[in-house]
């Protein structure tokens, strides 16, 4: 070490660190090589958040060949930390994703495409699938793990708080502000029943109708005698810093001190794709499955998300195991119909 010079010893620190990141990126740029080669695909992934992956390493572990495309931007990315998820409880949504595709790059049948789904085509053998830069690849058969698309309020600073203080899940935050002034954003049944529901994490709280309540006494009535209090006036801005909510400042100028919101936004599908195929949708707008996951298409699978309302880690990652266990014992009952 006496004759390892600054210049020396910054090359070689260098080499070590590309030699710990040497595993996944050599795994990454052989995938990006077969891709130029192989474009058949058992089993193709749209959407690489938590049940897309999930899915994937069911079928990694099958022995299937699978394709994820992603885009690289999931709903929950400007969520600060996740919940409520076993063994990974107040780690980033980035950690659990880094780990999870650390652990997937040892599957070498599992490739990654960053890319944007476009469109798909039944074909006679299976499905065809396009991508914005214009690939073209073919699978026998497509999970949808797309999630949706949330639908922001138009209140100055709600989306910049949205997923940090402005809250969807009591679940995956309620404990985190359980000591705080809490809101709810809601009116008539849907603002009864949630403020019920987020009662349990917090004695603070109150239901912010933005406008007239559309409460029934009976309702109103109900609420009061929880000490939940209820204020009508129009919201004009969330006051926050960095998006951690401060006050709401309504129309008239008058100001209350919050720190937590639960809402409830409505949204649309984030991939047209699946209805494009012919899947059809439920009446709230979620992606229509049987018990296999599957939808009215023969061999369109979909899984998180975008098929229910649970909106949990947990349960993304519970539906996207299970799909893919639903996916393989599909093609493994096909081979012996079909090959006999």
């Known amino acids: 070490m006496k004759n390892l010079n600054r210049k020396n010893f910054i090359k070689q620190s260098g080499l070590m660190l590309t030699a710990f990141a040497l595993p996944i990126t ?9 891709m130029t080669n192989k474009k058949h695909f058992d089993v193709i992934i749209i959407g690489g958040s938590y049940s897309g992956l999930a899915a994937a390493m069911t079928l990694g572990r099958a022995l299937r060949k699978v394709l994820i495309i992603d885009s690289g931007e999931p709903c929950n990315r400007q969520t600060p930390h996740s919940h409520n998820f076993l063994t990974q409880d107040g780690k980033t949504p980035q950690e ?7 652990q997937l790059s040892k599957y070498n049948t599992v490739e990654f495409l960053n890319d944007l789904a476009t469109n798909a085509s039944k074909t006679e053998n299976g499905f065809e699938m396009q991508t914005s830069t214009g690939k073209k690849l073919t699978a026998n058969k497509l999970i949808f793990a797309t999630g949706i698309k949330d639908e922001m309020s138009n209140i100055k600073g709600f989306s910049e708080c949205w997923g940090i203080s402005v809250l969807h899940c009591p679940y995956c935050h309620g404990y985190e502000v359980k000591t705080e002034t809490t809101g709810i954003l809601g009116n008539g049944e849907y ?3 949630f403020s019920k529901l987020i009662s349990n994490w917090t004695k ?9 309540s559309t409460l029934t006494a ?3 009535a109900n609420l009061e005698s929880h000490h939940i209090k209820i204020v009508e006036k129009e919201i ?8 951690h909510l401060q006050n709401i400042i309504f129309t008239d100028g008058s100001k209350k001190m919050v720190r937590a919101i639960y809402t409830r936004l409505p949204f649309e599908q984030n991939c047209q794709i699946p209805e494009q195929l012919g899947c059809e949708l439920t009446k709230d707008g979620y992606i229509n499955i049987d018990t296999s996951h599957q ?5 369109v699978f979909a899984c998180g998300d975008n098929v229910t309302r649970l909106r949990t880690v947990a349960n993304a990652v519970a539906m996207g195991t299970t799909t893919a266990m639903m996916v393989n014992k599909e093609l493994i ?5 079909y090959n006999k």
């Open 26 to 34: 050599i795994n990454l740029v052989l995938n990006k090589n077969e």
């Open 96 to 102: 659990i994703t880094i780990l999870a595709k650390q």
């Open 191 to 193: 603002g009864f029943e």
């Open 204 to 212: 603070d709280l109150t239901l912010f109708t933005n406008g007239k």
């Open 218 to 220: 009976e309702q109103t």
């Open 236 to 243: 004009e801005e969330l006051e926050h810093s960095n998006g």
């Open 295 to 299: 939808t009215r298409i023969k061999g």
């Open 333 to 337: 009952e096909e081979k012996f119909i």
